[in-house]
């Protein structure tokens, strides 16, 4: 398993953005995948954006076209850049590597009021 720490979150206004950083305990280079997830209050954990040991990128239909996920590799850190910010963005966001078990931070706020 592997630490994960999160950091970023925030209070902002609609529109405004944020940047979310992701810092793991050990080398993520051969990683397969590292990804964000969101979990809103009364909602289930969803997935927000994976990026691949290749580059390839994955999105929520919901983020697509305003948030982007980058991965420094010589940093063993993760990075989510949220543009555009909505108030149904409002949600604890979690970094998560598919180690076994699964590993994940233990979340950052983000709040966006309207």
């Known amino acids: 398993q592997m630490q994960l720490v999160e950091s970023g979150g925030g209070l902002v206004q609609a529109g405004e953005s944020l940047r979310l950083s992701c810092v793991a305990s050990g080398n993520i280079f051969s990683l397969y995948l590292m990804g964000w997830y969101r979990q809103a209050p009364g909602k289930q954990r969803e997935m927000v954006a994976h990026?691949?040991?290749?580059?390839?990128?994955q999105y929520a239909d919901s983020v697509k076209g305003r948030f982007t996920i980058s991965r420094d590799n010589g940093k063993n850190t993760i990075y989510l850049q949220m543009t555009s910010l909505k108030p149904e963005d409002t949600a604890v966001y979690y970094c998560y590597v598919p180690t076994a078990p699964p590993s994940w931070g233990q979340g950052t706020q983000v709040t966006v009021s309207s």
């Open positions: 990026i691949l040991r290749d580059g390839d990128t």
